[in-house]
């Protein structure tokens, strides 16, 4: 491990430097939105002074979000959200711009939090999360910064685990800030969420060399992220099985032409499973023995809790064997092979890369953009609570961006359309 009192990454070489430029530098070539703040924060300094922890999947992506955090004047620390998605020569790269970046591909539990720890050492003004686990620690081991005259502002969220938790935390009044969800956010659910989500495990599994077509898939739920995975399975040609507990979800996955079945029925027949319910025991002991010869285990939620990664590895005992980066052989005892991908953790980071940069640039525009308006209406928002939701005219300004770099135009109000809108006497 390298590093010093500003970061500790896992590699200090040149090479490994001149590697992470180069990919931060394609990725900020495909995040126009993000490009434009840059510019803009670069001339203005809106977060002059600010001091921001954040512990995001430490991704190409992640860095030109903490490129624009820099370039509005924020002092910015990063910690790794998972120890399977940090890409060492993106920390290389971010260490050596400014960037307080704690995290390397792998770390333990007890780093995990180490990393945490180092996050929140300076006091932040603003901290941004991927999960919960920066927040809540603050929670916990910090009370202090969100006392009056504490140090923090408020927070954002950037993933539906993440709000699953707060909102549980809020409801039981253990929520001492402002937090933004910015996964709630129709500029980065809709895109990130179901599109990234979808092709990430299409990226995840191809490495496998399987055919979709003709094989029965199941996906756990039918929210944003799930659907996006039904959708594109369907699309290669699988034929898609949707377990749900929701009955409206249920419902839409019907109406969208999906077969939907209990777990306990459909386990079997699955020639892959993918998760993203961000709640656990999908897969665990008691359907273990269910499960098919050679079928291909992904989880794309946040946390190894979904497929029960301590299940399987118990139920395989010694007869598990890694055949290529992340993916492991297990043996169950009726001689069942069966293929789990990242040790039951997010898939899609730890075998490919993420979601594309195209679609992480509106979900980091909002980072973005949430950030100054946190910064602007600090007075107000100090020493409040509760969960809220990002602006409209973010949301909506993040959306023009893109469209504007993409070169499409969309047609506006006219007067008339407007007052014609908003007026309930007209009628008939």
């Known amino acids: 491990m390298w590093g010093n009192n500003s970061y500790s990454i896992a590699d200090e070489s040149e090479a490994t430097l001149l590697k992470g430029k180069e990919e931060l530098n394609i990725a900020l070539n495909k995040m126009p939105v993000v490009q434009g703040l840059i510019k803009r924060f670069t001339a203005e300094k809106p977060l002059e002074g600010i001091k921001i922890a954040a512990c995001l999947h430490v991704t190409k992506e992640t860095a030109n979000l903490c490129r624009a955090l820099q370039a509005g004047g924020a002092e910015v620390y990063l910690c790794g959200s998972n120890p399977l998605s940090t890409q060492d020569f993106t920390a290389t790269a971010l260490a050596s711009e400014g960037t307080h970046v704690y995290a390397w591909t792998g770390n333990t539990d007890a780093e995990f939090y180490e990393c945490i ?102 996906v756990a739920g039918f929210g944003h992220c799930s659907s996006g995975m039904a959708l594109r399975a369907r699309g290669l040609g699988a034929r898609v099985i949707v ?20 777990m306990e029925d459909v386990i079997g027949k699955a020639d892959m499973i993918f998760t993203a319910t961000g709640c656990n025991n999908i897969i665990f002991s008691e359907n273990i023995p269910k499960l098919k010869e050679g079928v291909i285990m992904a989880n794309l939620g946040h946390f190894d809790v979904e497929i029960v990664a301590k299940d399987l590895y118990a139920a395989a005992g010694d007869k598990v064997r890694t055949i290529r980066p992340n993916v492991e052989e297990l043996i169950l005892p009726n001689g069942n092979k069966v293929y789990l991908l990242a040790a039951g953790r997010l898939a899609n980071l730890a075998l490919s890369e993420g979601h594309p940069a195209e679609v992480m640039d509106m979900s980091f525009g909002l980072q973005s953009l949430m950030a100054e308006y946190i910064t602007k209406n600090r007075a107000t928002l100090q020493n409040k609570s509760g969960m809220f939701k990002v602006p409209e005219e973010i949301n909506n300004d993040v959306a023009y961006a893109k469209l504007a770099a993409m070169g499409i135009e969309i047609d506006k109000w006219t007067e008339d359309q407007y007052r014609y809108n908003n007026d309930f006497e007209e009628g008939t």
Not at 243 to 262: H, M, R, S
């Open 117 to 218: 720890e180092e996050c929140l050492k300076i006091e932040p003004n603003i901290i941004i999360d991927d999960g919960a686990d920066l927040i809540v620690t603050a929670h916990k081991n910090y009370p202090q910064f969100f006392e009056e005259g504490g140090c923090v502002i408020a927070c954002q969220e950037e993933t539906t685990t993440g709000i699953h938790r707060f909102e549980s935390m809020d409801k039981a009044g253990a929520l001492k800030s402002v937090l933004y969800a910015v996964n709630d956010a129709s500029c980065k659910n809709q895109f990130d969420n179901e599109l990234g989500t979808g092709q990430g495990v299409v990226a995840a599994i191809y490495g496998m060399h399987v055919l979709f077509a003709g094989k029965t898939v199941v």
């Open 243 to 262: 377990t749900e507990v929701d009955p409206i979800q249920a419902l839409k996955a019907v109406f969208a032409g999906y077969e939907v079945g209990k």
